[in-house]
């Protein structure tokens, strides 16, 4: 299936890197409205350029555009391809309102085409196999999440030196002016609204602790910097998800059950190791000071397969991560006439939630989607 990319900055090497391991896609084209940057990408990666979008849209071998644009450019441009007729996969946010989000949704769904949207981690092997031990019930039943997204105090980093293999800058500006919680939020939201159904409530706390990120640049410029929310879940879940590119990285899930604890170190890492803790039976308890015992591995569903690492040479691995994996799900989508596991309404209902955590206050989620469908290879058995 014919995929264009849409956006040649510092994401696209991920996906042009990754797409090849899928035999159902084949990259028939780029386009940037810098005709430098698209030039560039395509040298470095062999894949022809659009000289407009309106040429990239006019090609039939296009079926699927692949939207790594601006966030703030997210909307027009799936929705100009959404308009052509093409199937979409975009990156995250899905739009920057959710009005634009829900016009989107319905225009896809009102002319039969499939909108997926990222980010992808919730297809990769570790966020499976945690899911598949929920619905085995190996801490019973879940009760409380601890989510960690924090990225490291970026300010305090040579950020504006980072490049990606094709050349493209790090998107600093928007990086800091869109916020790491609708940067990011979305790698464990899709998770837990997968795993515990549709949030119905967020209370959230959110600020900009660092305003003076870049020299010349208002702080009044950027976004929140921090966000911490509490999520109730229509399963009786409750999780709380914290946001920032300001403590040292941490990217660790805990997820505490009536019999038991799951963790995982490591969202970005499609093979991270998960673990699991048990509870002390009954009758050793009360001579120890322990309830739970040691933390040991709990099996992948499959091994993870690495050959999608992205490398920015031989020595550095930059993302354990398939970025190409949802794209590829959309293809699978169409071609076997189903809804995707990455889909738009999933996607609308998360924005909506992120852009709740970014208030102070409590807010009532009204969005909802139907309950996404676990990896064939991933299922329990029967």
Same mark, same amino acid.
């Given at each position: ?23 159902? %896609? ?27 979008? !309106?040429? %990239?849209? #006019? ?29 979409? *996969? ?55 999440? *601890?989510?960690? %997204? ?27 002016? @869109? ?23 967020? &209370?959230?706390?959110? !600020?900009? @602790? @660092? ?16 966000? &911490? ?80 690492? *992205? ?67 991933? #299922?329990?058995?029967?």
């Amino acid at each position: 299936m014919g995929v264009a990319l849409v956006g040649c900055g510092y994401v696209a090497d991920y996906y042009a890197s990754t797409i090849p391991n899928h035999p159902q %896609l084949k990259a028939v084209g780029v386009y940037d409205r810098n005709a430098v940057r698209a030039a560039d990408f395509s040298r470095h990666h062999g894949i022809p350029a659009f000289a407009s979008m !309106a040429d %990239l849209l #006019a090609d039939e071998s296009v079926r699927i555009v692949v939207n790594l644009t601006n966030p703030r450019s997210h909307a027009d441009v799936t929705r100009s391809a959404l308009e052509a007729g093409r199937h979409v *996969y975009s990156e995250k946010p899905l739009a920057l309102s959710v009005a634009e989000a829900r016009e989107l949704v319905e225009l896809a769904e009102s002319r039969g085409l499939t909108l997926g949207a990222g980010p992808c981690s919730l297809l990769g092997e570790t966020a499976q196999t945690v899911w598949r031990a929920l619905r085995d019930g190996v801490v019973g039943r879940p009760r409380l999440v *601890y989510a960690e %997204l924090d990225d490291g105090a970026i300010h305090q980093m040579p950020y504006w030196t980072w490049t990606s293999e094709s050349g493209a800058p790090w998107p600093y500006l928007d990086e800091f002016r @869109v916020g790491p919680a609708l940067e990011h939020a979305a790698y464990y939201l899709n998770w837990l609204t997968a795993f515990f159904g549709p949030a119905t409530e967020v &209370t959230s706390f959110s !600020a900009l @602790v @660092v305003p003076g990120k870049v020299p010349g640049v208002t702080g009044s410029d950027f976004a929140p910097d921090f966000t &911490t929310a509490t999520l109730r879940f229509t399963s009786g879940a409750i999780a709380r998800l914290t946001c920032s590119t300001l403590a040292p990285e941490d990217r660790a899930l805990r997820i505490v059950g009536d019999d038991g604890v799951l963790r995982v170190a490591e969202c970005w890492d499609y093979g991270a190791g998960v673990t699991l803790q048990t509870l002390v039976p009954d009758e050793q308890r009360e001579s120890s000071d322990h309830y739970l015992e040691p933390p040991v591995p709990f099996p992948l569903v499959r091994p993870a397969d690495y050959r999608h690492r *992205y490398k920015k040479s031989p020595e550095q691995d930059l993302h354990d991560m398939d970025f190409a994996r949802g794209v590829a799900e959309v293809a699978d989508a169409v071609i076997e006439r189903r809804a995707a596991r990455v889909s738009a309404r999933q996607a609308l209902h998360v924005l909506e939630i992120i852009l709740a955590m970014t208030e102070c206050g409590t807010t009532k989620i009204e969005s909802t989607f139907e309950p996404v469908t676990p990896m064939p290879w991933a #299922a329990l058995p029967a």
